[in-house]
């Protein structure tokens, strides 16, 4: 008789402070206000080749705006010195002045 199968254990669930500082998919839409939670190792242009590009053409609190919004949580953002594609974990909304 085969043995019984081991099931994966339950996932963790998020801490509330943990919880409190992810920003649901929904939050960020088309034409939003973001900016990046931290520093990135390097850019990837949002140009039909895409090419990585380094992280300080983007100023830290630089606030971009989303223009397209690609597959696999991915972003196109606009920022002063280009437009870079970015993972939604590593965007959080910023306010607008006006």
């Not at 085969?2 to 339950?10: H, K, N, W």
């Not at 992810?22 to 088309?30: D, F, K, Y």
Request: charged fraction near 30%; proline fraction near 13%.
């Amino acid at each position: 008789m085969p043995e019984s199968i081991p099931t994966d254990p339950a996932p963790e669930e998020a801490s509330p402070s943990e919880a409190a500082e992810m920003v649901p998919m929904a939050a960020i839409h088309l034409g939003d206000a973001v900016r990046l939670r931290q520093p990135l190792r390097y850019l990837k242009t949002a140009d039909p080749m895409p090419m990585l590009r380094p992280p300080d053409l983007v100023d830290p609190g630089e606030v971009g705006r989303v223009v397209e919004i690609r597959a696999l949580e991915l972003r196109a953002i606009r920022f002063r010195r280009g437009t870079f594609l970015i993972n939604l974990s590593d965007l959080e909304p910023a306010a607008t002045d006006g």
